[in-house]
């Protein structure tokens, strides 16, 4: 059995190509330290940076992060603002690691939605890793899989107005083909940290067969790991996608 020189424990053949992750428990995390909320967004960040070293140390492809959900404009003003100062902060603070790891950055969402500054800083991170190829970060912002879906029966509705397509035609390929996730493949492995056990609004149609982990782990406490108890208890189930065991094991 193929093993991973750092990580022994895990079967190289059966890695997760593409992980998502709820990163959930910052503000919990904070409260529990006796601090404003946003201390704990900005020790969630190191989490990521840990979590995405993991990730392309053992060979994941593709980790998507569930940074800011389009409920999360609900949350007060105060706490939205310093968010998106963190987010520009913390995307030109890591580009250097990025570059470093091979970390190829991307975006996912209703980018137009966010602040000037966000959206550029983005965009130059985007632009500056758009060649490495060892992980893909895709972050998640301002981001809801309702809304994905809606965007994705409107382009389909059109096409089938402007005749390019029979509503007949209308298949899982061709509505997965007008999501915004499009150029991705769909999640093998979904976490949750913080120890809700929900989905909330995230990538609603790409895990119909994702395996879902959670732990009680606050986001801000997860190292790589905790990342890595939650491969082992990947790579610890039987994937069927519907079908018996029999079918699966000839």
């Known amino acids: 059995m193929e093993q991973i020189t750092n990580y022994p424990q895990i079967q190289a053949n059966r890695i997760p190509k593409h992980v998502a992750i709820i990163m959930d428990g910052n503000g919990r995390w904070a409260k529990k330290q006796g601090l404003m909320r946003i201390f704990g967004h900005r020790r969630g960040v190191d989490a990521v940076r840990g979590a995405i070293e993991f990730a392309a140390e053992v060979g994941i492809e593709y980790v998507t992060m569930y940074a800011f959900s389009t409920e999360n404009w609900n949350r007060p003003a105060i706490e939205v603002n310093a968010l998106m100062q963190l987010l520009v902060d913390s995307v030109e603070k890591e580009l250097p690691a990025l570059m470093k790891n091979g970390i190829r950055l991307k975006t996912l969402g209703n980018i137009a939605e966010l ?117 082992l208890d990947y790579q610890s189930r039987e994937r069927r996608f519907g079908k018996t065991t029999e079918q699966i094991t000839k």
Not at 184 to 199: A, C, K, N, W
Request: glycine share 4%; hydrophobic share 40%; charged share 25%.
């Open 115 to 231: 602040p000037g500054n966000c959206a550029a800083q983005l965009k130059k991170a985007e632009e500056k890793t758009k060649d490495n190829e060892k992980t893909t970060l895709v972050l998640a912002l301002s981001y809801s899989g309702r809304w994905d879906i809606i965007e994705a029966m409107k382009k389909i509705g059109n096409n089938i107005k402007e005749g390019k397509i029979q509503p007949n035609e209308v298949d899982d390929s061709v509505v997965s083909a007008a999501l915004n996730t499009a150029q991705y493949p769909d999640p093998d492995l979904l976490i949750r940290t913080s120890g809700e056990q929900r989905i909330s609004n995230f990538l609603l149609w790409e895990i119909a067969y994702s395996e879902v982990y959670f732990t009680d782990v606050l986001w801000p406490d997860f190292t790589k790991n905790h990342f890595l108890d939650a491969i």
